[in-house]
């Protein structure tokens, strides 16, 4: 079958650096994404990520490790705006996007 | 730049009408997809399409319809509502290949009473 897992909701404060993880059990796997999306708004594209090994792209980093099946998003010097939900997705050998539920992340001052 | 455009935002329908999700992209994307969200779950797709022509099933099909004359248009179709269609719709758009990423509209919430 196919599983994504993710925190449900995360907290962290203004300045911080918060990692949000990700888990996956697919059967088929040609690259993980992350996206964002702000509260009734739509995803919007974070990374990709298709060899093991840290990426980053300004305060956001994406790590993937294929033999673990697990990926992260770490968010560095978090900023009010940063609060949304963060959704994992895998794509599969059909170039199809299985996602994940989503972390809500909930930035305090 | 208007990307992916969807309508309407918003819709309440009754059981058993039918209407028709509207979607434009104009980046000249070869895929196409629709997608619902239902509160605190992941995107399920519904349909895509690799091109005009060609539609196929996604993970959740049933009661919908859709189809793809042109590059840019993907319309879908509920004929027959059904309050378990209450959500939020989203239409997105890529190019072929691995690692493309989607671009998606600003979504239709849809409430079926």
């Keep these: 079958g196919q599983n994504i ?11 911080a650096i918060v990692q949000i993880n990700c888990t996956y059990q697919t059967s088929g796997f040609n690259g993980l994404f992350w996206y964002q999306q702000h509260a009734g708004e739509a995803p919007t594209f974070l990374s990709y990520n298709v060899l093991d090994g840290l990426e980053e792209k300004g305060r956001f ?3 993937l490790s294929r033999s673990k099946g697990y990926s992260y998003l770490l968010l560095k010097e978090l900023q009010m705006k940063d ?4 959704l994992c997705a895998v794509e ?3 170039y199809q996007l299985i996602w ?3 972390t809500k992340l909930i930035i305090k001052p | 730049n208007a990307g992916v455009t969807q309508t309407p935002k918003f ?8 209407m028709t999700l509207q979607c434009a992209q104009d980046m000249n994307h070869n895929y196409m997809y629709w997608y619902r969200q239902d509160p605190g779950m992941g995107l399920k797709l519904i349909y895509y399409s690799v091109g005009a022509g060609i539609t ?10 859709v189809s793809r004359s042109t590059t ?3 319309p879908l179709r509920l004929e027959l509502a059904a309050p378990s269609q209450t959500s939020v719709y989203f239409c997105a758009s890529s190019y072929l290949g691995q690692g493309q990423p989607q671009h998606f509209g600003d979504g239709t919430r849809l409430s079926i009473l």
């Design chain 1, 5 to 15: 897992d993710q925190p449900t909701e995360m907290t962290a404060t203004e300045g």
């Design chain 1, 61 to 63: 980093s994406s790590f």
């Design chain 1, 83 to 86: 609060s949304a939900s963060y």
């Design chain 1, 92 to 94: 599969d050998s059909n």
């Design chain 1, 100 to 102: 994940g539920a989503g």
């Design chain 2, 11 to 18: 819709r309440i329908l009754k059981i058993g009408q039918s």
């Design chain 2, 56 to 65: 196929d099933k996604g993970e959740v099909p049933n009661g919908y319809n």
């Design chain 2, 72 to 74: 840019e248009d993907f």
